[in-house]
């Protein structure tokens, strides 16, 4: 078959070699489909030239005279059909298809005189015309670049198999070189496959199958098996590397799978159109089953590429060493590489021939749909980004929630997870923790040392004032607590029901909770030993119950009372 190339490989290698000079002196000239008496001489004398190419090649068979046939073929086939109705996947293999049809079937029927096509021009010309005798009907283009240009329908494209069988063993009426097009583009191989003893198999590998030789399916078979075969040990020497491998190479090694899958569906597609030269259906299987393959390794490859971006800007050596950074830019790796991988399924679809915006409607409605059926989760996404965008609190922050208070463990998509003083791991949803007054105490960068100390009623004014003033140069004595014109503050506040109450207000430069621990009982025991020197003591709240006679109810009392 002189099938169209594929449309992102074999087309981009024919401009290639028609960029080097290859082939300049076959290229197509322009098409004059102006009238439907233009475009008929004009299909039946590009198919005159397309058979001297074709006879050039098998004389002297290579890739380059191969993709001359190739280009000049799809040209003609684009020129004069309505390829609307067809996949965008697999048009080109459809009009070289349908090239190989129509001139079978014109050159069975009757030449077409020139008093046969409609007279006028513009306006005045017909909308429709169709061929005397048969049911092929070119129609007039009326918007767009090619306005005016007339080309066989969609419809007469759409039946051409049809029309086919319907002169089939009907004599040649007009000199050709070909008798038989169709019969040529399934005996069709490229160049790489010329060495294969195709006349010596048995007969039964000749037979048509799908529209294809058994030959050429059998050999399609053992391509794709073999590169399955690869692709599976080439997939698991790669899990194995990945064991216990972290970060950035974790996401390295796995992104030559996704490379490889793409590489081997290409080459598959390569040999299949090029080589094989499958026709219609099976090419347009193959090629679609290709396309699939080809985007879904590439939304893998994305997928992967954004994580592998993300773990590459964490681990490295500008990057700053940030948990909470560290997770954000996870987060965004996983909404940029779920986002890139729907675009390029998206792209993929409509490509093979799914509307996009009909895959895009379904798409939002099942989304409203998802939305609905799971809005706490949706919630609980937000939440999470409303915490990476805020930033209370960070992996590994000490934080009070509610009634509750514990360390951050990881910040997910979904919740978070707080490890409290008691060991046991709290996995708190986003959207709840969104909505609390949240207390980060890792944040501080001082702690408030605030203390009350309950001095007895015995002792005396003088042992008071001696009292405070060593507490004050104790308390300021430390290293790790402020000095300021008002910190550190101890003043005698109050005269309480059974003490006189003395405030000790001042903080301290440690903001970790066990080194401020440490601080505190330092403090605190200088003051015992300040209260100690100065025989004060510490007042003892007490209660005095006075007996009463049997027919009185006891009644509390407290010191002075």
Same mark, same amino acid.
């Given at each position: ?67 001359? #046939? ?36 014109? &050159? ?29 009907? *070119?129609?007039? %283009?009326? $918007?767009?670049?090619? $306005? ?29 070189? *070909? ?27 000749? +037979? ?26 080439? &997939? ?11 970060? *950035? ?8 799978? @996704?490379? *490889? ?18 026709? $219609? ?51 965004? @790796?996983? /909404?940029?590489?779920?986002?890139? @991988?729907?675009?390029?399924? %998206?792209?993929?679809? &409509?490509?093979?021939? #799914? ?17 609905? +059926? ?12 409303? %915490? ?6 960070? #992996? ?11 360390? /951050? ?6 919740? $978070?997870? %707080? ?14 923790? @969104? ?33 405070? +003033? ?71 709240? +007490? ?19």
């Amino acid at each position: 078959m002189l099938s169209a190339a594929p449309k992102r490989l074999a087309l981009a290698l024919c401009l290639l070699l028609l960029a080097m000079g290859v082939g300049r002196a076959a290229l197509r000239p322009a098409i004059d489909t102006s009238s439907p008496a233009a475009t008929y001489a004009s299909f039946l004398s590009e198919a005159r030239r397309i058979e001297g190419l074709f006879a050039a090649y098998r004389a002297d068979p290579g890739l380059s005279t191969q993709l001359v #046939v190739v280009r000049a073929i799809i040209g003609l086939g684009t020129a004069v059909f309505d390829l609307s109705d067809f996949a965008p996947d697999h048009r080109w293999k459809d009009a070289a298809r349908s090239v190989a049809l129509l001139v079978d079937i014109l &050159n069975r029927i009757p030449v077409v005189p020139p008093e046969a096509f409609p007279s006028g021009s513009g306006a005045n010309a017909p909308a429709h015309w169709t061929i005397p005798g048969t049911e092929l009907t *070119m129609s007039r %283009i009326e $918007s767009g670049p090619r $306005s005016g240009s007339y080309v066989f329908s969609a419809a007469t494209v759409a039946r051409l198999p049809e029309f086919r069988a319907m002169v089939e063993g009907d004599p040649v009426t007009q000199r050709t070189d *070909m008798s038989n097009w169709t019969l040529a583009q399934q005996q069709f191989v490229g160049p790489l496959l010329k060495w294969l003893p195709v006349q010596q198999l048995p007969a039964w590998t000749h +037979a048509t199958l799908l529209g294809a030789p058994v030959w050429k399916l059998l050999f399609l078979l053992a391509s794709i098996f073999l590169a399955g075969w690869f692709f599976l040990l080439w &997939n698991r020497w790669l899990m194995r590397a990945t064991v216990g491998a972290t970060g *950035m190479r974790k996401f390295a090694l796995r992104l030559p799978a @996704a490379l *490889m899958l793409a590489v081997l569906t290409a080459f598959i597609h390569f040999i299949a159109s090029l080589q094989l030269v499958l026709p $219609s259906p099976i090419g347009d299987w193959e090629t679609t089953l290709a396309m699939i393959l080809l985007y879904l390794s590439a939304a893998w490859g994305a997928w992967l590429t954004c994580w592998l971006l993300a773990e590459a800007m964490i681990a490295s050596p500008i990057f700053p060493d940030d948990l909470y950074d560290a997770n954000l830019l996870r987060l965004l @790796a996983r /909404v940029g590489s779920l986002v890139a @991988a729907s675009v390029l399924i %998206i792209y993929g679809a &409509n490509d093979i021939g #799914v509307p996009a915006v009909g895959l895009l409607a379904g798409v939002s409605v099942g989304g409203i749909a998802l939305a609905l +059926a799971a809005q706490s989760t949706v919630e609980n996404l937000f939440g999470g980004v409303s %915490i990476f965008a805020d930033r209370p609190f960070r #992996v590994g922050d000490f934080i009070r929630y509610g009634e509750d208070s514990g360390t /951050v463990e990881t910040i997910g998509p979904r919740s $978070s997870r %707080i490890r409290g003083l008691d060991g046991t791991l709290t996995a708190v949803p986003n959207a709840d923790l @969104a909505k609390m007054q949240l207390t980060n105490l890792t944040a501080r960068d001082r702690t408030l040392f605030h203390h009350t100390i309950m001095v007895r009623y015995e002792t005396s004014r003088g042992q008071l004032q001696h009292l405070l +003033a060593t507490l004050r140069d104790r308390v300021s004595a430390h290293p790790s607590v402020e000095k300021s014109a008002t910190l550190p503050r101890i003043r005698l506040v109050g005269l309480g029901s059974s003490s006189v109450d003395i405030e000790i207000f001042a903080k301290v430069l440690v903001p970790d909770l066990a080194g401020y621990l440490e601080v505190q009982e330092v403090l605190i025991l200088e003051i015992m030993n300040a209260v100690e020197d100065y025989r004060a003591g510490f007042a003892i709240p +007490a209660t005095i119950t006075h007996a009463a006679p049997p027919s009185e109810t006891p009644r509390a009392t407290t010191p002075g009372a």
